[in-house]
């Protein structure tokens, strides 16, 4: 991450950012910082910059001419690849800066930050440049150097390299709006006081429950304006042989580190009606079969009711393509109560190719899983303000159900243990538990049953299918979202 900062005293800006964390970030050279005094653009021979408000009042006024050329000298060192950089000019009349607003500014490759002193900047160089006005909270600086400062450190910790693995930014509290449980280490009585017992012992669960309860105890008592904005993320998934379940986790991980999550791949949860409030997310997820929702006993998703809750549906495809699936989840869910704010469509690896979709989800994916969760903060705090906004996704709500030809399976009955795995496992009960035939008219083709098979007694010749999928859908797809 580069950081040009446009400033009349580029030493505040240097001597804050080459210190402790960002000082060996910069020294590593995974963030760099380029201070670029105003002054030094000055078109007046006594290097002034600032000038007398027109209308009278008091304090000074920057000029606005040796602003742009600051500003243009940082644009024109840039190969010009067409689009301006985001320039932020710090103000106290800018949006409160928050860790949302932080993470997407990490998101960036390079930052121009705009400090002003005196009473503020001509407005008209403003109107030119700036893309972004910032402020860090509501009290009074003597200029915006400190903010600039304080930007810097906080998006600094969100570029990848910056923090160690411990020091790690990725699962911090901030991020569910919860304040973090109390920490203790050795000795184990000091002046008397004792560490909480349940730390003493090596229960993970109850470790963890403990310090949930101490968050929100404390987050109530200290911060209680927080727990209002804090919205419990339940992921539902269905997901035979666990593709959708992982870009749902990758996914969910980077919106909350309290996800509930609901596997409808079981039968029995997917009886169950389970309600939200408007207060919480739901993220829906669901593997595509020939460019559809798979078709269950009753509707995926049937069962959950919404009250205006917002959700983001996901629909995770082998390569070929999503086709309806999205405006399918969509449909249903909004037909429940849920108010569809985002849809991402995850390419994972298909389970009739080992080619297709292989090793997805990447790195560059879990890029845009990232860049997509911090688009769905950011909507859900505007959501939060002026209501949510249901968003366009492409694909037919109400397909005709497609016919798909059915694979053929193959059973080796000499290997099979009948340890009725694949009974239990098989999400549409297709499996008879005595003889252990298929019933066609359930069977999804989504290949569970081989997969749990540990004898290997189960397979499957999808190899007509495979070859056409292979032909025309190798070249990998970049992951959409809406
Ligand atoms: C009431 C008129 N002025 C006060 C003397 C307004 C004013 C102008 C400039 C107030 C402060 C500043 C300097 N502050 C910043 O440049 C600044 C800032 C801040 O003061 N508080 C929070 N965030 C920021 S970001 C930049």
């Given at each position: 991450m580069k950081f040009h900062v446009l400033t009349l005293f580029p030493e505040m800006i240097e001597n804050a950012v080459h210190t402790s964390i960002t000082g060996r970030a910069a020294k590593k050279g995974t963030i760099s910082l380029n201070t670029v005094n105003i002054r030094d653009f000055s078109v007046n021979k006594?290097?002034?910059?600032?000038?007398?408000?027109?209308?009278?009042?008091?304090?000074?006024?920057?000029?606005?001419?040796?602003?742009?050329?600051?500003?243009?000298?940082?644009?024109?060192?840039?190969?010009?690849?067409?689009?301006?950089?985001?320039?932020?000019?710090?103000?106290?009349?800018?949006?409160?800066?928050?860790?949302?607003?932080?993470?997407?500014?990490?998101?960036?490759?390079?930052?121009?930050?705009?400090?002003?002193?005196?009473?503020?900047?001509?407005?008209?160089?403003?109107?030119?440049?700036?893309?972004?006005?910032?402020?860090?909270?509501?009290?009074?600086?003597?200029?915006?150097e400190l903010a600039a400062c304080v930007l810097i450190d906080a998006v600094s910790r969100f570029v990848p390299g910056v923090l160690s693995n411990e020091e790690s930014s990725q699962f911090e509290s901030i991020q569910d709006n919860l304040l973090e449980y109390p920490h203790y280490t050795r000795p184990e009585v000091w002046k008397n006081r004792q560490v909480p017992e349940?730390?003493?012992?090596?229960?993970?669960?109850?470790?963890?429950?403990?310090?949930?309860?101490?968050?929100?105890?404390?987050?109530?008592?200290?911060?209680?304006?927080?727990?209002?904005?804090?919205?419990?993320?339940?992921?539902?998934?269905?997901?035979?042989?666990?593709?959708?379940?992982?870009?749902?986790?990758?996914?969910?991980?980077?919106?909350?580190?309290?996800?509930?999550y609901l596997d409808l791949t079981r039968r029995k949860l997917r009886k169950k009606k389970i309600r939200f409030s408007s207060r919480e997310l739901l993220i829906a997820a669901a593997p595509v079969y020939g460019g559809q929702l798979p078709v269950t006993e009753e509707p995926l998703f049937?069962?959950?009711?919404?009250?205006?809750?917002?959700?983001?549906?996901?629909?995770?495809?082998?390569?070929?393509?999503?086709?309806?699936?999205?405006?399918?989840?969509?449909?249903?869910?909004?037909?429940?109560?849920?108010?569809?704010?985002?849809?991402?469509?995850?390419?994972?690896?298909?389970?009739?190719?080992?080619?297709?979709?292989?090793?997805?989800?990447?790195?560059?994916?879990?890029?845009?899983?990232?860049?997509?969760?911090?688009?769905?903060?950011?909507?859900?705090?505007?959501?939060?303000?002026?209501?949510?906004?249901?968003?366009?996704?492409?694909?037919?709500?109400?397909?005709?159900?497609?016919?798909?030809?059915?694979?053929?399976?193959?059973?080796?009955?000499?290997?099979?243990?009948?340890?009725?795995?694949c009974v239990q496992k098989c999400p549409v009960n297709a499996i008879s538990q005595e003889t252990l035939e298929i019933r066609g008219d359930r069977c999804l083709n989504c290949m569970c049953c081989v997969k749990v098979c540990k004898a290997k007694a189960r397979g499957y010749d999808c190899s007509q299918v495979r070859q056409y999928l292979e032909t025309h859908y190798s070249t990998p797809r970049k992951i959409e979202f809406f």
């Open positions: 006594h290097m002034r910059v600032d000038d007398y408000p027109y209308g009278g009042g008091a304090g000074m006024v920057m000029e606005p001419e040796p602003v742009y050329r600051a500003w243009k000298s940082v644009a024109d060192l840039r190969e010009n690849n067409g689009k301006k950089p985001r320039c932020i000019y710090l103000t106290p009349q800018g949006k409160v800066l928050n860790q949302t607003l932080v993470e997407e500014l990490a998101m960036e490759e390079e930052l121009v930050l705009l400090c002003g002193h005196y009473e503020g900047i001509d407005e008209r160089v403003l109107e030119e440049v700036v893309t972004d006005y910032v402020s860090i909270g509501d009290y009074v600086l003597t200029g915006g349940v730390l003493l012992k090596g229960d993970h669960k109850k470790i963890q429950a403990w310090r949930m309860e101490k968050s929100l105890e404390r987050t109530r008592q200290r911060r209680p304006d927080l727990l209002e904005k804090n919205r419990p993320v339940t992921t539902a998934f269905f997901s035979p042989t666990g593709g959708t379940r992982k870009a749902a986790e990758i996914f969910t991980g980077y919106l909350t580190q309290n996800p509930r049937a069962n959950l009711q919404g009250e205006g809750t917002p959700c983001v549906v996901m629909a995770a495809y082998g390569n070929r393509h999503y086709d309806d699936t999205l405006a399918q989840m969509k449909k249903r869910l909004e037909e429940q109560g849920f108010i569809c704010i985002g849809a991402i469509a995850p390419v994972i690896p298909h389970i009739y190719s080992s080619v297709l979709g292989k090793g997805r989800p990447d790195e560059e994916d879990r890029k845009i899983l990232k860049k997509f969760a911090v688009e769905t903060k950011k909507r859900l705090e505007k959501g939060r303000t002026e209501g949510f906004a249901s968003v366009q996704v492409p694909g037919n709500p109400d397909p005709e159900p497609k016919q798909m030809k059915p694979v053929k399976k193959t059973f080796d009955s000499a290997l099979c243990t009948n340890c009725q795995s």
